[in-house]
């Protein structure tokens, strides 16, 4: 039997954030999926840890959060965390080659993204 005595917490680590209406949802493949679950597993595909270590999944459910959907990035040793997309100000959902490409920019500069780059 394992010792929880000795666990240790995995420390700082890049993350992303999504905060995301829980009333928005998508039918690519099913009805009940939400697009932040999605994007996370795009995302994941695509930066395996530790290049992202973490990324989390912030659902909101009220009138003033309404069709919201922003991604944050976090780097430990920075102060804020960084909005890398938000859909009121940019107008809609992101692209996910266009979101891919923008954390790429923060937590990976210089890498190709193969076809997310053309």
Do not use: Y
């Not at 309404?66 to 976090?74: E, I, L, T």
């Not at 780097?75 to 997309?85: A, K, M, R, S």
């Not at 692209?95 to 954390?103: G, H, P």
Request: with cysteine.
């Amino acid at each position: 039997m394992a010792d929880s005595q000795t666990f240790v917490f995995p420390g700082p680590q890049r993350t992303v954030t999504i905060e995301f209406c829980d009333r928005v949802r998508i039918l690519i493949h099913d009805p009940r999926l939400h697009r932040a679950s999605w994007v996370q597993t795009e995302l994941f595909l695509t930066f395996p840890p530790p290049t992202i270590g973490a990324i989390t999944l912030v659902p909101l459910n009220s009138d003033d959060t309404a069709g919201r959907f922003r991604v944050w990035v976090s780097i430990p040793g920075t102060e804020e965390p960084l909005l890398v997309w938000d859909r009121k100000s940019e107008g809609g959902f992101p692209e996910l080659k266009v979101l891919k490409q923008r954390i790429r920019d923060h937590l990976q500069p210089g890498k190709s993204l193969g076809h997310s780059d053309k």
